[in-house]
Structure formats: C-alpha cells, structure tokens
C-alpha cells in the first residue's frame, strides 16, 4: 500500500493529466467549429457567386424581364388618328349654344309634293309646296316617351282642271309633337289649312352630314272634314327637309 506521503504527489499527477487532457479537448472542438464555419461561408459564398453569375447570364440571353414589363408607349399619331374618329350622333345632337336659351331649337326648311289624294282631288293639279318648321327647347314626357313640340308654317296648293276653274291654296299653321328616336321620328298634328281645321301624321328618317345639320326624307298624310265645297279630303305627300339643331 501507498504511503501518505507518496498518495498525495499521485493525486497531484493525476489532476496536471486531466486537466491537460481537457484543454486539448476544448482545444480541438473550437477549432473543428472554426473549420465548420469556414467551410460554410465558403459555401455561401459560392452560392452567391453562382446566383450572381446565374442572373447575369439570363440578362445576356433574355434580356432584362423587367424592362420588358413596362407598358407600351402610346404614339402621339394614333392618339391623334382615332380622335379625329367622328362618332355618329344618335337622338338629338348637343346643342351649339350649350348656355343659351337657343339650346334644344331646331330651324328646318321643308319642300313637299303630293303623291296621292282623295277622289274628289283626282282631277286637280298639285304643286310643291314650301315650309319652315321650329322646334321648341321643351319636353314632354308620356309614359317616360320623351315628346318634342314643333310648329310649322307651310303652303298647299291644289288647282281645279275639270271642270275648269277653282282652287284650294293657302297657308297651313301646324302645331306639332314628335316623338325622336336615333334616326327616325314619328310627327302628329292640328292645325288650320287656309281656315279649315285638319290634322296630320308623320314619319321620317334623319341623315347628318354634320353633328349640328340633318336632311330629313318621310311621308306625311293630311286628312280635313270639311272644306267647301270638297267637303271630306285628304293626301299623302312626300316630305324633304333640311335643318340645323342649335
């Protein structure tokens, strides 16, 4: 057995070992920590170096997918172009005096000329007759249909051939409502044809050269009870007219 003397420069011998043995293995773990990390940022930069090169290859072949976002430049040319487009004007066409009291009026100068009359107009002759008609800037709604007042003055002329002798002429005063859809239009009206009471219908079809300006063809029929000495009448005319709406 050991002595007292000799156990305690053992005890000493062992603990320098172990402690030395501890500090190698400290030692040696941070430095495979320190070789670990190294490895890894030579791995990311790697990987960056790769993406880098990467990305501006796809820019070399592509092109750069973010210029190609952009949204195409418009050419002043076809702004231009299609503004000159004239859109066709459906229903009334805005006014040329937008804040005057002239706004909403339409002035039409009409011809006319008779193609089929009653019996007791057979044998008398018929001329082409002139008018002017006015539309008034009020409306009129029935039942939600938009109605439109007008008034026209016009001649009528019919002249006696057998027997010889007599004529039905004069003036018509014509108070008017219409009713006006894109291109066509429906007329009805009473009035006084040289003193004889009498109403009239209308239908016609509208073309604009122009946004403000129109040319109107239909066909009217005049029908009166009572005139001396014809009594009962009637007659259908066609109808041409050419206004502008202010």
Partial sequence: MFSSGQILPILTLACIMLTSNYAQDINTSSTQAEDSLSVEDQENTNTQESDLDYDALVKELYGDPESKSEEPKVIESEVIEEGRKRTPVKGLAPGKFANSRLNGIHISVNAASPYAVANQLLSWYSYIDAGVSIKLPYEILVENIPL?????????????????G???????????????????????????????????????YRFRPTTNTFFRLGTRGVLMTNVEPLGEVWWLEFRLSMGIEL
Avoid: C, H, K, R
Avoid at 148 to 164: A, D, G, K, R
Avoid at 182 to 200: C, I, K, R, T, Y
């Fill in 166 to 204: 007599g004529s039905f002429t004069g003036l018509a005063y014509i108070g008017q409502v219409s009713a006006i859809g894109d291109q066509a239009a429906a007329v009805l009206g009473f009035g006084f044809w040289d003193g004889n009471l009498g109403s009239m219908m209308e239908a016609n």
């Fill in 148 to 164: 439109y007042p007008l008034f026209e003055v016009s001649t009528f002329n019919f002249e006696n051939s057998y027997p010889s």
